[in-house]
């Protein structure tokens, strides 16, 4: 029996910091963000979409998506963002059912799903388990500006399009503190792992 675990958060609370432990102890890992910059590839059909809805002002000169650009006008207005997810999210979760279900089919104990939007997207009937990767507010800006170099405004444009990581703890089957160092976090993970008889 596989146990699908579902790894969530909120916004630079430390999830591809998880899912990197979890793939260094062997875990498939199906990663949605991954996907979702895949699905929007030139050629892709969420590439024309994107660009018909958007216009080509949010294109670099080779035509690429210019990400940063598209956040700002999505993280900062919930009609858009929405049309976005319309138009990304429906192929995304076609690949990670499929990547999901090779997984299962090759018997491993434990998947993971890196989704950070599991709970915005109710996407919680793909998974088993639920582990919410946590840290405090404030270490949660904090760390979110360091890692894009973005502004106090944008990164909390960001953090306010999701549901806030205390309302996403207290829907878990178990939550990791992430406020600490990264090998408290780890020992944290390898409990929970054997206690779920995956390691
Ligand atoms: C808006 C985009 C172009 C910004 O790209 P950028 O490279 O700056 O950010 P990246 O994709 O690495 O996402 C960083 C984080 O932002 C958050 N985030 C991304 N998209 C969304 C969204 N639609 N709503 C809320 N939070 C989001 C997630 O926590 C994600 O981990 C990009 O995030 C996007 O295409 N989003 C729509 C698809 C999506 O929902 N992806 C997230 C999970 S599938
Ligand atoms: N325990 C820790 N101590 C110090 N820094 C950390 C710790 N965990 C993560 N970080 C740093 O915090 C930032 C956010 O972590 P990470 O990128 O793993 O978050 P995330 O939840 O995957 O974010 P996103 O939703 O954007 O994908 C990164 O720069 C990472 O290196």
Redesign the pocket.
């Given at each position: 029996m596989t146990v699908v675990i579902g790894l969530t958060g909120?916004?630079a609370t430390g999830?591809s910091t998880v899912s990197k432990m979890l793939k260094e102890l062997g875990l498939p890992i199906v990663d949605?963000?991954q996907?979702?910059?895949d699905v929007?590839e030139p050629g892709e059909v969420a590439y024309q979409k994107i660009v018909k809805t958007f216009g080509k002002e949010i294109l670099f000169e080779d035509e690429t998506?210019n990400?940063?650009q598209?956040?700002s006008i999505?993280?900062g207005n919930e009609e858009k963002?929405k049309q976005?997810?319309e138009i990304?999210?429906p192929e995304?979760r076609r690949q990670m059912l499929s990547q999901r279900d090779q997984y299962i089919q090759q018997g491993y104990r434990g998947v993971v799903l890196d989704?950070?939007?599991l709970f915005?997207s109710k996407l919680t009937h793909f998974v088993d388990k639920i582990v919410v990767v946590y840290v405090n507010e404030e270490t949660q800006l904090e760390r979110l500006m360091n890692r894009?170099q973005s502004t106090k405004e944008e990164a909390s444009q960001?953090i306010n399009?999701?549901i806030p990581v205390e309302e996403k703890a207290a829907m878990a089957d178990a939550v990791i503190n992430n406020n600490g160092t990264r090998s408290e976090t780890k020992e944290q993970l390898l409990e929970l792992l054997q206690k779920w008889e995956i390691i």
């Open positions: 909120s916004i999830k949605a963000d996907i979702s910059r929007v998506i990400r940063k598209l956040g999505v993280f963002r976005l997810n990304v999210h995304v989704i950070p939007l915005e894009d960001r399009s999701q």
